[in-house]
């Protein structure tokens, strides 16, 4: 079974940047789009960003389009997001799963093996 392990959240100041990587082990992400999601406390969990298996395709959350950046690295089977410009709203939980294997969704149910979360705080 895939295990799924999130790295390099922490604290940054406004305006600073995290990139955080998502290790898979016991299996293959091949052929699937792979996202990142976060649930900020006391909301719903809600799509980040997403990308194909071939990379070729990207989607972003509106709130954060221009300042994420999403890759993979299908060799050795991780998944990158690049945040840049954070602002105290980007404060989170991050996650990320694998998504379907015809494509990104920002759907939440269409997801399946999420990882445990790195968390992100944004300080003013």
């Known amino acids: 079974q895939v295990q799924l392990v999130e790295s390099g959240g922490g604290l940054v100041q406004a305006?600073?940047?995290l990139r955080l990587s998502c290790a898979a082990s016991g299996g293959t992400l091949r052929p699937y789009a792979m996202g990142w999601f976060r649930q900020a406390f006391g909301?719903?969990?809600e799509f980040v960003a997403g990308i194909s298996w071939s990379g070729d395709q990207t989607i972003y959350a509106d709130?954060?389009?221009g300042r994420f950046t999403i890759s993979r690295d299908n060799a050795k089977n991780?998944?990158?997001l690049q945040m840049n410009s954070l602002k105290p709203?980007?404060?989170a939980v991050y996650?990320?799963?694998i998504g379907p294997a015809w494509?990104?969704?920002m759907r939440t149910d269409r997801y399946n093996y999420w990882g445990q979360?790195?968390?992100v705080t944004v300080s003013s």
């Open 15 to 17: 305006g600073g940047s």
């Open 103 to 105: 494509g990104i969704s």
């Open 117 to 119: 979360g790195t968390r």
């Open 95 to 97: 996650f990320c799963a």
């Open 63 to 65: 709130s954060v389009k």
């Open 43 to 45: 909301k719903e969990r």
């Open 89 to 91: 709203e980007d404060t």
């Open 78 to 80: 991780t998944v990158f």
